[in-house]
């Protein structure tokens, strides 16, 4: 915030303080003289807040008698924003946070002038964030000890059960959070394995922070790595496709985070991994440019399978 900002909510605490003060005692508290404490009366009036003059020599200024200021004062966009803000977060899959929305919107709307309270309530009753359905949703708890954790830079201990049924009990320094594909991830170094990893929350059961710290590298980009994290992960069958066009197409069709893209001379080279041939089939399928499956064998089956399937569905 600049120092005219900051200088201006000063004038304001001051005039909500003192029933009157005088212009000689405001310049002098500020440390400004008297055409500048002019600007900052000015401003304050072009917000909205009444503010009484009286001129002369021993004149001064105070708020008009009555005037209380709401404890929050947002401008239109701010409000705006904080409305979406709460749409969103209706749709994070953590049940805690539905009633806790609710609440936070009506406290939002009662400090609203009428006119931005109602833009703000129509949309609030008219909006919807088409974000993923939440696979699970993490607990609000494990959520904010995550984040907390993250931002302090401590070490946390849970217990962890992976997407195969396996539980384990790892030591983790979170280096950050993301929201994807309906399901909250932290990425940083787990220390059981002594390399970098990425975990969902709604799988950690007893989260806690120990009295370690770690230090975050500079330049780790948490959305970055979960990316990668999720195209290699291993899984029942290696993919590997050729794909007639460019990178930038490429990921827009299929996504960062369906596997490796690997820029060619004129192609793009995706090598992967799927537990499920006929679903990368119809990913493929569906692709506005052509492609060659170079492995495995049955997924060009797959693909030959579901393009004949197009075809008489079509002719039906």
């Known amino acids: 915030m600049s120092k005219p900002?900051?200088?201006?909510?000063?004038?304001?605490?001051?005039l909500q303080t003192h029933d009157r003060i005088s212009g000689v005692e405001l310049a002098r508290r500020l440390e400004v003289d008297s055409r500048t404490l002019r600007r900052y009366i000015a401003g304050l009036e072009e917000l909205g807040i009444p503010v009484m003059s009286e001129l002369g020599r021993h004149g001064g200024y105070s708020l008009v008698a009555g005037f209380k200021l709401p404890p929050m004062m947002l401008t239109n966009d701010e409000a705006l924003a904080m409305s979406l803000g709460l749409i969103a977060a209706e749709s994070m899959g953590m049940a805690e946070t539905v009633s806790a929305v609710a609440s936070a919107q009506a406290k939002l709307e009662r400090v609203l002038p009428a006119q931005l309270k109602q833009r703000v309530r129509a949309l609030s009753e008219t909006a919807t964030i088409d974000a993923k359905t939440a696979i699970a949703g993490a607990s609000q708890e494990t959520l904010t000890a995550i984040a907390s954790a993250a931002e302090a830079s401590q070490r946390v201990r849970f217990a962890y059960q992976s997407r195969l049924g396996d539980a384990s009990t790892r030591t983790f320094d979170p280096y950050g959070l993301?929201?994807?594909?309906?399901?909250?991830?932290?990425?940083?170094?787990?220390?059981?394995?002594?390399?970098?990893?990425?975990?969902?929350?709604?799988?950690?059961?007893?989260?806690?922070?120990?009295?370690?710290?770690?230090?975050?590298?500079?330049?780790?980009?948490?959305?970055?790595?979960?990316?990668?994290?999720?195209?290699?992960?291993?899984?029942a069958n290696a993919v590997e496709v050729l794909?007639?066009?460019?990178?930038?197409?490429?990921?827009?069709?299929l996504?960062?985070?369906?596997?490796?893209?690997?820029?060619?001379?004129?192609?793009v080279l995706l090598r992967t991994s799927t537990d499920s041939i006929p679903w990368f089939a119809r990913q493929l399928a569906r692709l506005p440019f052509s492609f060659e499956v170079r492995e495995p064998?049955?997924?060009?089956?797959?693909?030959?399978?579901?393009?004949?399937?197009?075809?008489?569905?079509?002719?039906?």
Request: overall charge neutral.
């Open 255 to 267: 996504g960062r985070s369906i596997g490796l893209l690997e820029p060619q001379q004129d192609s």
């Open 297 to 316: 064998q049955e997924l060009l089956t797959a693909v030959h399978a579901h393009g004949e399937h197009l075809l008489q569905t079509r002719a039906g």
């Open 5 to 14: 900002a900051i200088r201006m909510l000063a004038v304001l605490e001051l």
């Open 243 to 253: 794909l007639h066009t460019d990178l930038q197409t490429a990921a827009a069709e």
């Open 178 to 235: 993301v929201f994807r594909g309906g399901a909250w991830y932290a990425s940083g170094m787990c220390q059981l394995r002594r390399q970098l990893r990425s975990f969902r929350l709604d799988r950690m059961q007893q989260v806690e922070l120990t009295t370690e710290h770690f230090k975050r590298p500079a330049d780790f980009d948490t959305a970055a790595y979960l990316t990668l994290s999720i195209a290699t992960m291993p899984r």
